[in-house]
């Protein structure tokens, strides 16, 4: 019985977690699509988000995953509506640049170069995606 509690603990501690970066990313997110805000942001962004296959909104969710954590990457890219397509080369680009911060900070205590690092994430993100995107058509 005592695992059933701690497991409970546990896991209302996790959600907590995911609660408090999903919930409020997706509600703003889903506040700067109806206002137009977000339409904006996309023509900015969509360049650079054209190259690995994705719609200019999408950088919302890819500065949200790598400079926060995959949570709110999420929480920004669902009200978005994105195919399977989009969806699994954010979700790619995303598992090489997430959270960058802070595994950047504990990898350069650990004694790589922070730039080094910072650079092979973002660019072997963007390549795995951009090859992603052309293999997919």
Known sequence: MDTVKAGFKNGLKISYKMIIYTFPLYIIVDILKQTGILFDIGVFCQPLMK???LPGEAA???IS???LNMYAAIAALVP???NTKEMTIAGLFLGLAHNLFIETAV???AGAKASVILFVRIVGGFLAAGVLNILWR
Do not use: D, F, K, P
Request: glycine share 20%; proline share 0%; net charge positive.
């Open 80 to 82: 978005l509506n994105l």
């Open 51 to 53: 190259i690995i296959g």
């Open 65 to 67: 995953g790598m400079t």
């Open 107 to 109: 990898l350069s205590r």
């Open 60 to 62: 919302i969710g890819i």
